[in-house]
């Protein structure tokens, strides 16, 4: 395994449309992460999941924001109504509960653009 | 709620000058520390991390971080930078319990050759 995949790396969508984000972590890892960043800014947290239990959402994540990981491996993201104020980069993460402790594993992320 | 403060935005030294990044943080329970390099085109990698025990702590290519509990900071130092060291940093705090990341907004260090 090499690491966190994502999927798109690109998208460019206009205004009003959904979109949807995969994140493939490393195998075993139980916890999986999503972030959002904007330019000049660091990652902000949106939500996270331990295996296939969403345990936290961040209030940056509205209702238009939702997230799923049904089997505990990959997760989507998925994104209603797209605004422009949703441009930014997504960013997956996963790290495994134990052996390697607190330690997050990052993919190359999703550049969203919402014209 | 946890934050990360990092001093400088923006840091442009000549080759093999030091380096030290600052980093605050606020936070009230038990804290593990990061800092992260992302390199132009590249995503978020680990320079290392604090989790407990000796304060001092070495990670990749040759760069240092020091915990100061009683100053809630965790600032990153190499004594010698690179051209290749060239890249945004990024400062973070763990949530122990969620894992859960809060980061600083960054600083992008542009080394001159």
């Known amino acids: 395994d090499t690491g966190v995949s994502q999927d798109p790396r690109h998208k460019i969508t206009k205004r009003g449309q959904n979109v949807t984000f995969r994140c493939d972590p490393i195998s075993e890892h139980n916890r999986l992460y999503w972030y959002r960043q904007t330019l000049g800014q660091g990652p902000e947290f949106l939500t996270y999941?331990?295996?296939?239990?969403?345990?936290?959402k961040s209030r940056l994540l509205s209702d238009r924001f939702s997230a799923e990981r049904p089997k505990g491996s990959f997760s989507t993201l998925e994104i209603q109504r797209t605004e422009q104020g949703d441009s930014a980069m997504y960013l997956c993460?996963?790290?495994?509960?134990?052996?390697?402790?607190?330690?997050?594993?990052f993919g190359p992320g999703t550049r969203l653009t919402v014209l | 709620a946890q934050s990360v403060s990092q001093h400088n935005h923006h840091v442009i030294l000549s080759e093999a000058a030091s380096l030290e990044l600052g980093c605050n943080y606020s936070y009230g329970g038990t804290v593990n520390l990061f800092w992260y390099v992302q390199y132009p085109g590249q995503h978020l990698q680990l320079l290392l991390k604090y989790f407990s025990g000796d304060p001092l702590v070495k990670g990749i290519k040759g760069f240092e971080a020091e915990f100061i509990k009683s100053k809630f900071s965790f600032n990153l130092r190499k004594p010698s930078v690179q051209w290749s060291d060239t890249a945004e940093y990024f400062c973070a705090v763990n949530d122990a319990n969620a894992g859960k990341s809060t980061f600083g907004d960054g600083t992008t260090l542009t080394v001159k050759p």
């Open positions: 999941f331990q295996n296939e239990a969403q345990l936290e």
């Open positions: 993460a996963s790290r495994i509960l134990a052996g390697e402790g607190d330690t997050q594993y």
